[in-house]
């Protein structure tokens, strides 16, 4: 069976300190991959999308990146964090249907 | 404005009772999935939709793509039932985009 596991579950990071999220998919072989963001009490905004290895696509910018450096993992980042990076941050795959990781839930002081 | 609309944004249901939640695109949606977001803020998969209806249980949904909607029925509400449902649409611009809507929190009622 297929699993999707984020890390870490959880981050109270300071202002213009670097930021890595991970998530790995196993079960599942060259599954599309995405990154999501939920501000508190919002919907769900697509970060980027990787339909292969080392290719990513950003849907919106937010100071933020992401590479693909496996075919099974998926890797959120950035150089210098802002207040604004806080929220809740969800991996997902798909071959047809979107599945989600349980998130990673970012303070940013 | 709102590629995806959901509504209602919050609906309150006694425990029995039946109720509707939809979606509209201004989109030309390909696929719609609907989720229910518990307070942790895990996501479960309700249905993924072609146009075309789906029933699981006291749940059910249907996706008309001419007519740019889905819906989402809850038939018997329990407890466990509440939390957010976010119905999302796929794009046919083929951007692998999954675009959700707004969100509509339930609670159900004893």
């Known amino acids: 069976a297929q699993t999707i596991h984020q890390w870490p579950v959880a981050e109270i990071k300071a202002v213009g300190s670097p930021l890595s999220l991970g998530c790995t998919i196993k079960g599942k072989s060259s599954p599309n991959l995405y990154w999501y963001w939920q501000a508190t009490g919002g919907t769900l905004q697509q970060l980027f999308y990787s339909i292969t290895v080392g290719q990513v696509e950003s849907v919106v910018q937010l100071n933020l990146s992401a590479s693909r450096p496996k075919d099974d993992q998926f890797i959120l980042s950035t150089e210098k964090l802002l207040l604004s990076h806080s929220g809740f941050y969800l991996c997902?795959?798909?071959?047809?249907?979107?599945?989600f990781g349980k998130g990673t839930r970012l303070t940013v002081v | 404005g709102d590629k995806v609309k959901q509504s209602p944004s919050a609906l309150s249901l006694q425990e029995g009772t039946n109720s509707a939640l939809r979606c509209n695109f201004s989109?030309?949606?390909?696929?719609v999935q609907w989720f229910l977001q518990n307070p942790r803020g895990s996501l479960m998969n309700l249905f993924y939709l072609v146009p075309g209806t789906k029933e699981n249980g006291r749940l059910k949904s249907a996706f008309d793509s001419k007519e740019s909607y889905s819906t989402l029925h809850i038939r018997d509400a329990q407890l466990e039932d509440s939390g957010t449902y976010f119905c999302a649409a796929e794009a046919s611009s083929g951007s692998w985009q999954l675009i959700f809507g707004s969100g509509t929190q339930l609670t159900v009622m004893p």
């Open positions: 989109i030309a949606a390909t696929t």
């Open positions: 997902a795959w798909s071959l047809r249907e979107v599945f």
